[in-house]
Every structure is written in structure tokens, then in C-alpha cells.
């Protein structure tokens, strides 16, 4: 069940823009940042790895845990004593690195007032209320359990519907016959609805009744057998599975209305672009276009 189809697109490119939207920021204050280490008298607290693993991203190489530990904790010494000595070298008195703390400055201001609006807005009360609507939209789906076994030609599916009809057991068949991925589980596939299969496979499936096992179906991946085990309607998620789903909605919502909002009020002017029309649409990307 999914909770975040209906977002405005054009809101939410907004609020991509900040890296860390709803994750707590480490607070200097709490006794839970402790001092990790020092560089020329600057300290370096357990919130500095997590912000510099951030930053770095992907271009950190794989390593173990403490590896990992020492090499965030040089890269910000080294961030430290290198900025220590632009300092000395005055170059924070350069536009172009005024331009750029200006930029960070704004980013960070935006990011904390977005994870502010999305905290506040993560209440029980909202949450259950979206909740309560997304079950009653949610139709009710079949599953089945179903188990199958995979092989390359008819004959071989024919052969092994045969020994069923002996009374060969279907999971041990499955495992010595079948080239699925899953022979060794006796062929289980689980509970799956209509939708998440290939047609040739779902319509025999869902037409078996439990116990029944299929005539051999041919599909793009080989020749199927298939026996039925279970079939039900899909189980509707609990609040509780789906509680972080429902946080992230009720947050990015709460975010993204605040953008639009401000955006409303906002002056903003295109300077790139000749003077047109007065039309408040075209300074706001979130307004709807006119037919």
C-alpha cells in the first residue's frame, strides 16, 4: 500500500533539494554527542562522522566499521585544519567563498525549518486519519501460496505430472527437477495476487483451487507445474507495519505544503527572462497552468 502517489511533483522538487528531511540532527548539546576527537583545538563529535559520511556519499571506499570511523575522522580533521588556514590566508573575504557560506547558510536554515514542519506534523491523530482513509480505498485482492516447478521442455513438465498423479511428493520434486532459484525451498513462491506474475503463469494459478496442481503452462522463463497450497484475500497492514510509511507521508505533506505556501507569499522575479503578462503562475511552479 503505497501512501505518497498523490504528492504534487512540482512541490516535492522542492523539498528534494534538502539531504535530510525528517532525520534528527545531532544537537551539540546532548550529553549523546560525545567528543570524538580534536583538531587544533576544535572538537570533533559523533554528529561530525554522520554529516561527513553525508558528504562524502558514495565516493567513500567499502570498509570495516572502524576503518570506516578513522577515515571520517581525518577527513574532518583535515577539513578543519585546512579551513583554519584559508582563515589565516583571508580567503573567506573572497566573494566567490562568501557566495558559497551564503549558499550553505540558506540550505542549512531550510533544511532545519523543513525537518521542524515535518516533525511537528508526524502526530498519532494524523497519522490513523490517513490511514483510516488509504484502508477504506483499498480493495479488497486474492493471494495465493503457491509452489511450482520450472523445467526447459514439455516433456520433462509432462513427465513430472505424471509422477504427481503417482503420488510423488510435489516439494521433493521441486527440489531434484526444478531450475528455479527457488528448488530449494521445495519450489515455494509464498503468497502472491494476480499482478505480480507473468499472465500465462497468474491465469492458471489463480483458476487451481487449493490442493489442485496445474496442467504444464508454458511461459517466456520454461514449462511450469504449478500446485496450489493456500488462497485468501490479502491481509490489509496493520498501523504499526506501516508506521514509517505514514510518518514520511504525513512529514513530506506537511513540508511541501509550507513550500507552496511560502512560495504564495514569496516576491521571487526572473531576471533571466524578457517581461511578460503579470501572471503570479509563472513565478510560481507549484500554481496550476491556465487552458
Given at each position: 500500500m503505497s501512501f505518497t502517489r498523490s504528492f504534487d511533483?512540482?512541490?516535492l522538487s522542492a523539498v528534494a533539494v534538502a539531504v535530510f528531511l525528517i532525520a534528527p540532527v545531532g544537537s551539540r548539546a546532548q550529553e549523546s554527542d560525545p567528543v570524538v576527537a580534536r583538531a587544533n583545538g576544535v572538537d570533533i563529535r559523533q554528529s561530525d562522522l554522520k554529516m561527513a559520511e553525508d558528504d562524502i556519499g558514495t565516493a567513500m571506499p567499502q570498509m570495516g566499521p572502524d576503518q570506516k570511523r578513522d577515515y571520517l575522522i581525518t577527513y574532518l580533521a583535515d577539513v578543519i585544519i585546512l579551513a583554519q588556514a584559508a582563515d589565516q590566508q583571508q580567503l573567506a573575504n573572497r566573494n566567490e567563498v562568501k557566495h558559497r557560506i551564503e549558499f550553505e547558510r540558506h540550505k542549512a536554515l531550510m533544511e532545519a525549518l523543513?525537518?521542524?514542519a515535518g516533525k511537528a506534523a508526524m502526530t498519532d491523530d494524523a497519522m490513523h486519519k490517513i490511514y483510516d482513509e488509504a484502508i477504506k480505498q483499498t480493495p479488497n485482492e486474492e493471494e495465493v501460496h503457491a509452489?511450482?516447478?520450472?523445467?526447459?521442455?514439455e516433456g520433462e513438465a509432462k513427465d513430472i505430472e505424471?509422477?504427481?498423479k503417482k503420488g510423488a511428493d510435489f516439494a521433493t520434486l521441486a527440489k531434484e527437477k526444478s531450475k528455479d532459484p527457488g528448488a530449494a525451498e521445495g519450489g515455494d513462491l509464498g503468497y502472491f495476487t494476480k499482478e505480480q506474475m507473468v499472465p500465462e503463469?497468474?491465469?492458471?494459478a489463480f483458476k487451481l483451487e487449493k490442493g489442485q496442481t496445474s496442467d504444464p503452462v508454458k511461459t517466456q522463463f520454461g514449462w511450469h507445474v504449478i500446485k496450489?497450497?493456500?488462497?485468501?484475500?490479502?491481509p490489509t497492514p496493520t498501523f504499526d507495519q506501516v508506521r514509517g510509511q505514514l510518518q514520511n507521508y504525513v512529514a513530506r505533506r506537511a513540508q511541501a505544503e509550507l513550500v507552496d505556501n511560502l512560495r504564495?507569499?514569496?516576491?521571487?522575479e526572473r531576471l533571466d527572462q524578457p517581461a511578460g503578462p503579470s501572471d503570479s503562475s509563472a513565478l510560481n511552479p507549484a500554481a496550476p497552468s491556465k487552458k
Open positions: 511533483a512540482r512541490l523543513l525537518q521542524d509452489r511450482h516447478i520450472l523445467v526447459a521442455t505424471a509422477q504427481l503463469f497468474a491465469e492458471a496450489i497450497e493456500d488462497k485468501r484475500i490479502k504564495k507569499s514569496a516576491t521571487i
